[in-house]
């Protein structure tokens, strides 16, 4: 089980959090979490359901992290583990995480594989997600797996889908040429792209795409 401590700031005034494994009491404020995170035009079937979260904990427990200001629950990541070739990086949401309720989660895998991360929009703002993914991290060396990988959505490039093509647009915002609020969070929190995704989940703001981005382990030797 996992439980970490740390301050978060907002502004200059720090607040107590934890970053913790989650639990099934924790099941409701998950679901609103999702709920305030992604709004419409987000598909509402694709926010959490109590069986999957339950799913969670039952197969990969390591993965299924939260985590609380000041007693309050505010964001949420879960992870699963699956064998990645390099070669083949295409595949969609729902495949690879069978529609989120990681029944592909494969223990001999090499890869943790981001399935969610939301943070609530009234806790936005201290840093959240990055600790969220920070500690992602940690159990990826932890398990010593080589890398953690997740498709990100590019919710910038579905209105730009006309004039430029996918890959165009993630190069864009490498370059700092635009900022998309998915993408310019993950190359903070130390993400780097692998190649774009088609078709990988039904995202109008993204056109449909999403980027793979991921993080190897510095401590992984084969």
């Known amino acids: 089980m996992y439980r970490k401590k740390l301050y978060v700031f907002k502004r200059d005034q720090p607040l107590e959090a934890v970053i913790r494994t989650y639990k099934h009491s924790d099941f409701q404020g998950l679901i609103r979490i999702q709920q305030e995170s992604f709004p419409p035009p987000f598909p509402s079937d694709l926010w959490w359901s109590e069986e999957q979260l339950s799913n969670h904990l039952a197969l990969f427990p390591e993965g299924a992290l939260c985590i609380e200001v000041e007693g309050e629950i505010a964001g949420s990541i879960t992870g699963m583990i699956t064998n990645f070739d390099p070669q083949d990086i295409k595949h969609s949401w729902s495949e690879v995480t069978s529609d989120g309720y990681i029944h592909t989660h494969n223990p001999n895998g090499n890869a943790l594989y981001i399935v969610d991360i939301g943070v609530s929009p009234a806790f936005r703002g201290l840093g959240l997600g990055k600790a969220l993914m920070q500690s992602m991290y940690e159990v990826v060396v932890q398990l010593r797996l080589e890398r953690l990988l997740g498709g990100g959505r590019m919710p910038g490039y579905g209105e730009r889908a006309a004039v430029m093509s996918a890959s165009q647009y993630l190069e864009a915002v490498i370059k700092g040429e635009l900022h998309d609020k998915v993408i310019s969070f993950l190359l903070r929190c130390g993400r780097l792209p692998v190649g774009i995704i ?22 992984f030797s084969v």
């Open 198 to 219: 088609p078709d990988y989940l039904e995202d109008e703001e993204s056109g449909n795409h999403a980027a793979l981005m991921e993080w190897r382990n510095p401590f």
